[in-house]
């Protein structure tokens, strides 16, 4: 055999005009409710969500900084070392080197081609040599 739950909701009108909840299921009777019985995660929770939780970062930029734990979700700001994993080769590629404005690399690529040199004064162009005999 199978059993057969039952479960009804009545809306009823107080003098006072309110909304009186009963409900009626078959183990406990029949008992009063505030409200209706709403058990959702959905739409209705939805509009209640107005307080942020991460804001800007000041190291990385993304929206990953949360606000009460005082730290970044992305780079790991306050702390000293950039947030890095091997997990995710994706995010790695994201923002290594050569990502960014290379400011001191650039200078380095160049001073490589010619050998570290310091201390030399370049060689005169034959076109300011042409210019400078000709006056």
Known sequence: ???????LRSVWFSPAG???YFSAAPTS???RTSTPRKMTKG?????????KTHTLCRRCGSKAYHL?????GKCGYPSKRKRKYNW???AKRRSTTGTGRMRHMKVVFRRFRNGFREGT???????????SSSS
């Open 68 to 72: 009460q734990k005082s730290t970044c």
């Open 43 to 51: 739409t209705s929770s939805f509009g209640k969500r107005r307080n």
């Open 88 to 90: 995710s080769a994706k």
């Open 121 to 131: 004064v370049p060689k005169p162009r034959r076109a300011a040599v042409a210019a």
């Open 29 to 31: 009777g029949l008992f």
């Open 1 to 7: 055999m199978f059993r057969l739950n039952i479960y």
């Open 18 to 20: 309110r909304r009186v």
